[in-house]
């Protein structure tokens, strides 16, 4: 989930703290990472190449859809990874690095590194359309230092399931490249992906049977395009779904209550939403206006 955009950034949350009924939770291992290198894959689509030495801290998932947890100081504060987060929260908390959260584009466990895909926002020079981990990126030089955490995930193409639907925007990109890349080559079914501008769309890796239909302009022709398709039958029917929160109710509306896809055979979640920055949007997951189920 490459979700850096003004509307969307994921932001800080507690990594220490008590819950009722539990104890304290233990502070997510960081790995510290340097910058190997930088590409600029599309106007506004930068990929960023991180390794170094503690490569195994960081736990690998392997599932498709992997993100982690990175950590972004405040410009000028000085501090350098990795982070004493009870001592700077105790200290000073306006200091606290923000948190936001990026899916893994691909692991290279043989040169140790992790790329991460940004959506450069803006002019794409750092200012202030721009998001903080955008900006990090933009602004990052090979041999700088990030913290992370992870990696999280949960959903990989089933190699038993005979079709496949796939719908996401720039934040789902890289979950779905790397789901198409690992597919078999004989898998059949759909790919929507919304982006806003034509320009940034890729050539993607993909099984012949398997097609990849790029969705430009307003997010809301990807549910169009969805309620188009042929749904009739779900039969061997697998479904990834992440979008913005507003849009992703709909999706889910139409693909499990009009459509009656299983829920068990829908991977489905916001990846984000509109007018919220990430620790507004992981708090409402908590509270009504966050549930994308009816």
């Known amino acids: ?18 819950t009722e009924g539990r104890g304290p939770r233990k502070p997510r291992a960081q790995a510290v990472l340097e910058v190997i290198s930088k590409t600029r894959i599309s106007p506004r689509l930068l990929r960023v ?27 000028g504060s000085g501090l350098r990874p990795p982070y004493d987060l009870d001592a700077i929260r105790e200290q000073d908390p306006a200091q ?32 202030d359309d721009d998001g903080i981990a955008a900006r990090w990126a933009d602004e990052a030089q ?15 193409p089933s190699p038993g399931s005979s079709r496949h639907l796939l719908i996401g925007d ?22 929507l992906i919304h982006l806003d501008h034509a320009e940034d769309t890729l050539q993607l890796e993909h099984p012949a049977g398997l097609e990849v239909r790029w969705v430009i302009g307003e997010r ?29 109710k709909q999706l889910r509306r139409l693909l499990v209550t009009e459509r009656q ?15 919220r920055v990430e620790d507004q949007f992981q708090a409402e997951k908590r509270e009504d206006i966050g549930k994308i189920d009816d």
Not at 1 to 18: I, L, Y
Not at 261 to 275: K, N, Q
């Open 1 to 18: 989930m490459p979700f850096d955009t003004p509307q969307s950034e994921p932001a800080p949350t507690r990594d220490a703290g008590t």
């Open 49 to 75: 190449r991180l390794g170094g030495e503690q490569f195994s801290v960081l736990r690998r998932n392997d599932h498709t859809d992997a993100y982690v947890k990175l950590l972004i100081a405040v410009p």
């Open 96 to 127: 606290l690095p923000s948190r936001r959260t990026y899916t893994v584009r691909r692991w290279d466990l043989e040169a140790r590194t992790v790329d991460l895909d940004f959506v450069l926002h803006g002019h794409g020079d750092g200012g």
């Open 142 to 156: 090979p041999g700088d230092q990030i913290a992370m955490s992870g990696a999280g995930g949960g959903y990989s």
């Open 170 to 191: 720039h934040a789902a990109l890289p979950a779905i490249a790397a789901a198409l890349e690992s597919m078999d080559s004989a898998a059949q079914g759909t790919a």
């Open 220 to 248: 809301e022709q990807l549910l169009a395009e969805v309620a188009a398709l042929d749904l009739a039958d779900p039969t061997g029917l697998q479904v990834f779904c992440h979008a913005e929160r507003g849009l992703t």
């Open 261 to 275: 896809i299983p829920r068990e055979a829908i991977s489905i979640s916001a990846y984000w939403a509109l007018g």
